[in-house]
């Protein structure tokens, strides 16, 4: 059995709609409720008594001004108001004199509360402390804001005594924050030329030292491989094979072995112990740039002008990895043992932190605006650089977050070098070389070498530099056919080449 609903008139149901809206609405509760004096006066005579008992019974007003006051009453009127000279006696505890060696008597009794005037000079007076200059830094700020828009004296008349109270007594204490300054950075020898070696064809390209430090290998637009002896700078063999420029020598610290890639595309390893050709890598669609060595495993990279870089295992010649997403030419690529393991950078200007396990982008950083030509990793700290026409600019690790921009050396940057003291080398195409302090971004020297006797002044560049592993020498390669070293000048000192540095403002671009 199903219960009938009954049914009323639409008439009855709006009239019930109604009531029930009347009744929802009926009550204002956003109106306060009138105040009952007898329960105010209570609740104040309950508030006295709980908070302000301690207190209530100290000053009391001279017989002079009417005594019959009620609670509270007494305790709106029993203080000072501007203006008000009243006079009061110390009750409820002994009295006492004003200061030392002032005797007891009836007037020493009478403590008068000082005017607003009184305090303010006094203010002025005492020294600034530090607690009211730092609680003032804003309250002063404001009113020197209204001082300068010319509306302090309408407004606050007597803004200026407020500013200069509230400022710790000086007038300019609306502090600004100041703009960051460059620190002193750390003294560094110059370097001077120390020998010049002769014997290539045709540009030099590429260097690298071997792990023992007693020779090096260059690569050159000649298509041949020389390695040189690091101390006398003779020359010590000869290897040809490419059919092109050789854009990138590397020593392995693990085997026996000299890898070196060109623009024929090929990318070859050498037995040193046979100086013959052993592998070959093939998969470049085009000229290869760059190469470099893992530090911990047996895994060799290179980077190329198909816009790629390519990760090999050295015993098999297997192509591990193909690193794509680069849009023009990878121009230069480092390793390391840490995380990002690979480093690329590229013609797109862009620089590209890889996951090698997985072989993706690990990050991408789009801060330069030209094509960026080198990389360098520092030695010792978990950072990087790296160079462009626009300027070089310095990197945290892991993340690529941006450190600083290093500005000045205005040219095509084809190289830098760091070595552990923080010396920065940056190789331009103009032939000019500048050194730099990793730290501070400090330009401590500028070097532009003459080109060798016979060559034009316009083959005057520097393609590649690096530091030997005394990290005493540097050695440049060069566009007049020669290979520079240079070393540190020991007679200088800190006194005969001082820093010359200002603490200027830095107006570094964050991009």
């Known amino acids: 059995m199903t219960e009938e609903v009954q049914k009323h008139s639409v008439h009855t149901l709006v009239f019930r709609s109604l009531k029930r809206t009347h009744d929802m609405f009926v009550s204002d509760h956003a109106k306060t409720i009138a105040l009952d004096e007898d ?47 009243a006079e009061y006696l110390i009750t409820g505890t002994h009295a006492y004199p004003s200061g030392p060696g002032v005797a007891l008597t009836a007037d ?46 309408r407004v606050h008349p007597q803004s200026t005594a407020v500013s200069l109270l509230e400022g710790g007594g000086t007038r300019n204490s609306a502090l600004m924050r100041r703009a960051p300054t460059m620190p002193k950075p750390q003294w560094h020898p110059p370097w001077k030329l120390f020998r010049v070696i002769s014997g290539h064809l045709g540009w030099v390209r590429s260097i690298a030292v071997e792990p023992g430090n ?46 070196s890639c060109g623009e024929d595309k090929q990318v070859k390893c050498w037995d040193l112990e ?86 993706k982008t690990r990050a991408t950083l789009t801060n330069h605006k030209k094509s960026v ?59 000019t070389m500048h050194m730099w302090d990793w730290r501070t971004g400090y330009n401590f020297q500028r070097i532009h070498a003459a080109v060798q006797p016979g060559s034009l002044d316009s083959e005057s560049g520097i393609f590649a530099c690096m530091f030997d592993h005394s990290e005493s020498r540097l050695i440049t390669a060069e566009a007049d056919k020669t290979i520079k070293v240079y070393k540190e000048d020991d007679t200088a000192t800190e006194e005969s080449h001082p820093i010359n540095w200002k603490p200027e403002i830095l107006k570094r671009k964050r991009f």
């Open 108 to 153: 020493t009794k009478m403590h008068r509360n000082p005017s607003e005037g009184g305090v303010i000079s006094m203010a002025l007076a005492l020294p600034p402390s530090q607690v009211r200059q730092e609680a003032s830094r804003t309250a002063a700020s404001v009113a020197e804001i209204h001082r300068h828009a010319g509306g302090a004296d």
């Open 39 to 85: 329960s105010h006066r209570l609740k104040m005579g309950v508030k006295l008594k709980t908070e302000y008992a301690p207190v209530l019974h100290m000053p009391v007003v001279k017989e002079g001004r009417a005594s019959q006051l009620s609670a509270g009453q007494e305790l709106h009127q029993g203080y000072a108001h501007p203006g008000d000279e």
């Open 214 to 259: 007693q020779w090096f290998v260059t690569g050159s637009a000649d298509r041949t491989i020389k390695i040189w002896d690091l101390a006398s700078g003779k020359l010590k063999l000869s290897l040809t094979g490419h059919i092109s420029t050789v854009r990138g020598v590397a020593v392995s610290s693990r085997s026996p072995y000299l890898f």
């Open 274 to 359: 046979y100086n013959k050709v052993i592998r070959h890598y093939h998969g470049h669609l085009s000229a290869v740039y760059d190469l470099d060595l893992h530090p911990t495993i047996d895994v060799l990279v290179t980077c190329s002008r198909d816009a790629s870089a390519r990760v090999w295992d050295i015993r098999t010649k297997a192509n591990v990895h193909t690193l794509t997403g680069h849009t023009n030419t990878v121009a230069t690529v480092r390793c390391q043992a840490t995380e990002p393991q690979i480093i690329t950078g590229s013609h797109d200007s862009t620089i590209r932190l890889w996951d090698l396990i997985a072989g």
């Open 373 to 431: 030509r080198t990389l360098v990793l520092h030695p010792r700290q978990y950072t990087f650089a790296s160079g462009s026409a626009d300027n070089i600019k310095q990197w945290m690790f892991p993340d690529g977050s941006f450190i600083q921009n290093l500005s000045g050396h205005n040219a095509i940057i084809n190289t830098l070098a760091v070595n552990s003291d923080g010396v920065l080398v940056s190789g331009a195409d103009n032939g």
